[in-house]
């Protein structure tokens, strides 16, 4: 048996006449943390698009765990286990913080009208998911906001709200897209924490799209480079320092704008 | 101005404010917990009073099932238009659910041979030598908790009392489960879908089932105020189904505050006022119109009251400013 948990196979979609992504193959290990990264409009939202079943891809194929998944509907793809977030955050405005984290519980009898005459089962998966919710906002920071509406948050605590949301959802694998940016640094320090955490404790897998190259170097044990809809390489944290067509279609953007 | 002082004009009031609090209902769990812009909501009440009265008359079968039968239809609606047009943008949703609605009613005005067309229930082929009724069965429970009651509260009893007494007992118990449901999960995962589809997608929901179940459910409340319309007016035409009928439903919505029930039955009072009072403005500068125009005139108080709302609160009389305003 292999160990791989997802693969993605030469898949392709263009949008008019972009191709956003061009044939990209990459696969995850299980248990790992594996980061993406590239120069902005490399592709890496869409791909996550593609992984979530957002959009579907014009061609290619993509497997969890062994089994194709890239036809399923985007619920079906969280069902299995593959739960995303948002580059910038998405929050639901107009519920309140603590709300959006009970978005998140999977399975809850609650969610079928059905159950609407057992309060019973409803009542108790909700006290559950409560203080499930309320232990995650008081690890990131933001329980006093608990009964606020979410759209009063600033962008960063709406990162954080995204990122708890996720975790609420009991993930075998998350798409992370950009969680630390515009994060203050004590903070990120403390979600690797927590992140790391759940990695020894629940073996969850990682795949993530960052910016800042210290932080993946530090906690990737794999480093994919796209750029331009592909992936250019793919390899140790140590090893994407060294490669020369690295160096060119993205540290070296960085160096030219910077 | 004498109509306004007697009890039969506020008894009128109560039955049309509950009749039409009951279709409301059904918008506030689409619009205001799903945002599901339905204006085609008229077509329920339609669906549901023109199967009862049909069964009833062309096929004899007991008011109850006929009844039961009209809000299954119409439920059977409503499903319909959401498994064709739910997957489109809601305001595709909006525009398609007018053009249901006006199908629904050119379909009952041109099958004479069903409906009675133009000519209403009145021309439904009845059974055998019957005449076309079909308030028998309810007209004598009616009769018979009007000869219960009176002797409890006096002469104030009557048939319309008893009437408008049922409809919001009615009413009072459908708030109570609606508000009951909105206190669910799946009333959450809703109030989601309002905002944003991918997010609950993302966490596994299935943002389709959820707006289906909540224009199926809005359906259900839509059909039984059909019901009750059909007892209220005893005869049914075509034309009591005009798009119209739907924004009257929605003038309540609005008022009440669309994201929260409790200020929904004060709201149908306020617009039942206006529906049943406009009849009675006889005095100046009404008098200058004669009556057809002054029936055009309840419906520009309609509008305008609605742009005035719209534009100073937004959340209704009752509802909270930031649940509509935050973004
Ligand atoms: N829905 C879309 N419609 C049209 N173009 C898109 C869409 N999504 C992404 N693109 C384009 O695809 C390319 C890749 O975008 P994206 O995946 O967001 O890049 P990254 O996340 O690497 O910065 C960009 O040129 C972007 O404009
Ligand atoms: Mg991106």
Do not use: C
């Amino acid at each position: 048996m292999n160990n791989l948990i997802l693969e993605v196979n030469d898949v392709a979609i263009s949008f008019g006449g972009v191709r956003a992504v061009n044939g990209a193959t990459l696969n995850v290990a299980v248990d790992s943390v594996t980061s993406v990264i590239g120069p902005n409009g490399a592709g890496k939202t869409t791909l996550f698009n593609l992984i979530s079943g957002a959009i579907k891809p014009d061609s290619g194929t993509i497997l969890f765990e062994g089994m194709e998944i890239q036809n399923l509907l985007p619920h079906k793809i969280a069902d299995r286990g593959i739960i995303r977030t948002f580059q910038g955050a998405k929050v639901i405005k107009r519920l309140s913080v603590l709300e959006n984290l009970m978005l998140g519980g999977q399975d809850n009898p609650g969610d079928s009208l059905l159950n609407f005459f057992n309060p019973k089962a409803r009542n108790a998966y909700e006290a559950r998911t409560r203080d499930r919710a309320m232990e995650l906002l008081q690890q990131i920071g933001i329980e006093r906001f608990a009964h606020e509406y979410a759209g009063i948050l600033s962008g960063g605590q709406r990162k954080l709200l995204d990122l708890a949301r996720a975790l609420m959802a009991n993930p075998i694998m998350l798409l992370l897209d950009e969680p630390f940016a515009g994060v203050n640094p004590t903070l990120v320090e403390k979600l690797l924490e927590v992140l790391q955490d759940l990695r020894t404790k629940h073996h969850l897998t990682f795949l993530l799209i960052e910016h800042d190259l210290e932080t993946v170097m530090n906690i990737s044990d794999r480093v994919i480079v796209m750029a331009e809809g592909r992936v250019i390489a793919d390899g140790a944290p140590n090893s994407i320092y060294q490669n020369q067509a690295v160096i060119d279609a993205y540290l070296g953007t960085r160096k030219a704008t910077s | 101005m004498n109509a306004i002082m007697q009890p039969g004009f506020w008894i009128f009031i109560l039955t049309m404010s509950g009749i039409y609090g009951i279709f409301g209902l059904g918008l506030q769990v689409q619009y205001g917990v799903g945002g599901i812009l339905n204006f085609g909501h008229v077509g329920m009440m339609a669906l549901s009073s023109y199967t009862m009265a049909i069964l009833v008359i062309s096929h004899g079968i007991n008011f109850w099932i006929a009844a039961a039968t009209g809000v299954g239809v119409a439920a059977l609606g409503g499903a319909f238009l959401g498994l064709t047009t739910l997957r489109l943008r809601g305001d595709y949703f909006a525009i398609v659910s007018i053009a249901f609605s006006e199908i629904v009613r050119y379909v009952i005005f041109n099958s004479d041979n069903i409906t009675g067309g133009a000519q209403g229930s009145l021309a439904i082929p009845a059974i055998g030598e019957g005449y076309p009724s079909y308030t028998n069965a309810w007209d004598s429970i009616m009769n018979h908790m009007r000869d219960f009651l009176q002797p409890i509260f006096g002469d104030i009893v009557n048939r319309e009392f008893v009437m408008a007494l049922t409809i919001w007992s009615t009413l009072a118990v459908l708030l109570l489960i609606v508000s009951r449901i909105e206190r669910t999960s799946w009333a959450r995962v809703l109030r989601a879908t309002r905002e944003d589809d991918e997010v609950p997608a993302a966490l596994g929901k299935n943002v389709f089932r959820f707006r289906l179940q909540a224009v199926i459910i809005g359906s259900i409340l839509g059909g039984i105020a059909g019901i009750y319309w059909a007892l209220e007016s005893t005869l049914l035409s075509a034309d009591d189904f005009l798009t119209i009928v739907t924004f009257y439903g929605w003038m309540i919505l609005i008022l009440g505050g669309a994201t929260k029930v409790k200020g929904l039955p004060f709201a149908a009072i306020f617009f039942g006022f206006l529906y049943g009072g406009t009849r009675f403005f006889t005095f100046w500068p009404f008098s200058m119109v004669d009556s057809a125009q002054r029936a055009y005139i309840r419906i520009m108080i309609i509008g305008v009251v609605l742009i005035i709302l719209m534009m100073k609160r937004p959340q209704g009389i009752f509802g909270k400013r930031q649940e509509m305003v935050l973004e």
